[in-house]
């Protein structure tokens, strides 16, 4: 197995237990709501490609914001990840994985979070030299319980859970030899944005940060 394969990945999962996963309606909020996570300890970013606006908002995050790691989330196929790559975006990650897309992270300077829900997928990825997976739908999928049975056969993998996870079942998952991090929604609320109430998002970005730290 290669590091290479997933070139700066380790150090960015490790930024902070937990990694915002963020959906940008209007690109004009993604500057003051990027600065906000960073303030409260969140710098590893996913941006979503689940909006119009969510490659600008790649595109000012990674441009603007000091201290701020932009990812990209939902990445499907090997376009996105050169667009998000173009974008500035330093991390990808995807909800799945396909060969075409792994192909299109082999050699890449950005690293790919590609998502596993079964230990037959979580093998596809040892075989390519991967040491980092995304498990998602991480609660409906199994949730810590499932997760925890998979370090021994596989303790080739280390995980960042995403898909459902609450500040009360963080924990569960934090508290896993095989975890990294988790990935969540929860400090970004759609009335605290549309509001441009960005002090709350950083008060609740500071609680995620300090999640797993016991």
């Known amino acids: 197995m290669s590091p290479e394969v997933q070139p700066g990945l380790a150090p960015i999962l490790a930024l902070a237990p937990v990694v915002p996963v963020v959906i940008v309606e209007n690109a004009a909020d993604a500057v003051p709501l990027a600065r906000a996570l960073v303030a409260g300890g969140l710098k590893a970013i ?15 995050v990674a441009g603007e914001v000091e201290g701020a790691v932009a990812g990209a989330g939902t990445v499907l196929d090997a376009a996105q990840f050169e667009a998000v790559m ?6 990808a990650v995807s909800p799945g994985a396909t060969d075409r897309l792994l192909d299109a992270a082999t050699g890449s300077p950005m690293p790919l979070l590609p998502g596993i829900a079964t230990a037959s997928e979580a093998m596809a990825l040892i075989e390519r030299g991967y040491r980092y997976a995304k498990f998602f739908p991480a609660e409906p999928a199994g949730g810590a319980t499932y997760l925890a049975a998979l370090a021994s056969p596989l303790p080739q993998l280390t995980f960042c859970p995403t898909g459902g996870i609450t500040p009360e079942s963080a924990p ?3 508290k896993l030899a095989n975890v990294v991090c988790v990935g969540g929604s929860w400090m970004i609320r759609r009335e605290h944005v549309a509001a441009g109430d960005y002090a709350a998002i950083t008060a609740a970005s500071a609680v995620a940060a300090k999640l797993g730290a016991a």
């Open 46 to 60: 996913e941006i979503t490609l689940r909006t119009p606006a969510a490659m600008e908002a790649i595109r000012r």
């Open 86 to 91: 173009k974008a500035g975006a330093k991390f």
């Open 172 to 174: 569960r998952y934090l």
